[in-house]
């Protein structure tokens, strides 16, 4: 089992940056995939960012490209989010999700195919 721990949200006025920070409570070798997700108030959660741990590669939703940035540190178990720019659109409560399955890379966005989750951490963005 594999707890997931996320922190670095909080309160930011629009052109901010803020860190997010995602740590598996042990060591990730069986972790696939990690993502970031993000839910807004009456809206569907949607996929933000994934990093596949085998080769590093990323995948961004369009909304955030060239803003966020996805990375990971294996020594430290953890997973990062770098928002830049943030707009009061980005507002909402951020998830965590790892995988431990190949699948897809086009499959990275859906919900699914994570199957470990953290508790989230808020991050709204004021105008």
């Known amino acids: 089992q594999v707890q997931l721990v996320e922190s670095g949200g909080g309160s930011v006025q629009a052109g901010g940056s803020l860190r997010l920070s995602c740590q598996a409570s042990?060591?990730?070798?069986?972790?696939?995939?990690t993502g970031w997700f993000r839910q807004a108030p009456g809206k569907e959660r949607e996929a933000v960012a994934a990093?596949?741990?085998?080769?590093?590669?990323?995948n961004y939703a369009d909304p955030v490209k060239g803003r966020f940035t996805i990375s990971r540190d294996n020594a430290k178990n953890t997973v990062y989010l770098q928002m830049n720019s943030l707009k009061p659109e980005d507002t909402a409560m951020y998830y965590c999700?790892?995988?431990?399955?190949?699948?897809?890379?086009?499959?990275?966005?859906?919900?699914?195919?994570?199957?470990?989750w953290g508790q989230g951490t808020q991050v709204t963005v004021s105008s």
């Open positions: 990093i596949y741990t085998g080769g590093g590669s990323t």
């Open positions: 042990r060591v990730t070798y069986i972790i696939r995939w």
């Open positions: 999700a790892a995988s431990e399955f190949y699948f897809s890379t086009m499959d990275w966005v859906r919900p699914s195919v994570y199957n470990y």
